[in-house]
């Protein structure tokens, strides 16, 4: 795709963007909020020529990762790490963009992509959900705009919400209440929304209060803007942006058949006839989920598309799940990649080192790639990396021990790619050890 095509592209995007009834009266709002609306379209229009004269910009990772390094214990690792300082960086398929990049930047918004791209991310993630109209938008999970957006301060929309915000009541203790679905809305209304940092405050007693909450560790620095993007829009985005693409089809909250009318398998399919619709090269596309139904519906019905399905895998460690036996299975199904939770593939040795674990080295035994998630999504690491480093807390007591984590990972693993919430540090990370 040239670069002027790509424009185009993203100008219907943002056209496609506008409310149905747009089209008489040029841009006729029932609200009457003409301006708001128009003041929205301009910026968008501002952010298109932004992004395609900076389509191939240098990659920009910043301070961060040097001061991962310089905090690392003094090794091998640490000096050649150290050495790559200066290095023209590159982008690359080993870093994935995490939901863009939600450590400082409003998750699954344009702003969020856009510096994913920059920090060299050579792969984006768009979690994909359905709204009340059947549209396909990048959402973490169906139930969650009421910690990524302000929709429960707008009365009109909260009052739609499967639990819309009753506030807290202090004197008993009793928290906040609130649960917002992208089924609830449509995609008009979905679009009318801004991003902000996944979180909340449950002891507010009024929705403005509610929206708040953002860990010390993050910042609401970059969430002064958090332009919410359909799938296709962000399928138009990452072109523009020359980055891949990893969409993952949530798991639905709601009884499917939705509405008795649309099933899990109209939802896989029209996640994937997007990619087909806009002439996306199937081998940059990895289709994920956490239902291996999904991952071997593809596999079955878009052979091209479930060449590189990710079976996304969230379940407990059993002998059985990490088995030989199991991994082999997977194999002879169709299923040619797993991704754990970094924790599942790593386990400690006698001297207390991080090592491949057995679900890691029977993975690999039974020629299935291995992506890991998530690193940089816990927050400052001194004391052991919580839930996302579980099996090798011992091993962990500061923040440079991520670095130490992703050269297992990449080394020893062998894993293909890393999900990151700051995709600069494995991007920094891939360049030094001259991964592509």
Known sequence: MTLHRSGVALLLAAMVALPAHATGGWYQDDDGRIGERLEHLHEKFQKLKHDLRHRRANVQVGPRPAWLVDDMDDGPLKVKLQRCENKRLHRTDFS???????????EHTMESYEAAARMGAGIVECDVAFTADRELVCRHAQNDLHTTTNIVTIPELNAKCTQPFVPADPASGTPAQAECRTSDITLEEFKSLEGKMDAFNPMATTPEEYVGGTADWRTDL????????????????????????????????????????????????????????AGVDPQEVWPQSFLLDDVLFWVNETPAFGQQAVFLDQEAITPETSSLAYMEDLKARGVNILAPALWKMLT?????????????????????DLIAWT?????????????????????INNDGDVMNVIDVLARDVGVIGIFSDWPATTTYYANCMGLR
């Open 348 to 368: 400690l040795n006698g001297h207390q080192e991080i090592v491949p674990s057995e679900y890691a080295e029977n993975a690999r035994a039974a020629g299935l």
């Open 222 to 277: 970059y969430a002064s803007r958090g332009t919410l993007l359909s799938h296709r829009e962000s399928i138009e985005l990452f072109q523009a942006l020359g980055v891949k693409m990893t969409p993952e089809l949530k798991t639905p909250v709601v009884d499917m058949p939705f509405e008795g009318g649309y099933t899990q398998e109209d939802y896989a399919r029209q996640m994937i006839q997007d990619y087909i619709d």
């Open 96 to 106: 994935i963009g995490h939901r863009g990049a939600p450590l400082q930047f409003p």
């Open 375 to 395: 690193v940089e999504r816990s927050g400052p690491l001194a004391d052991g990396g919580g839930w996302y480093h579980q099996t090798v807390t011992d091993a």
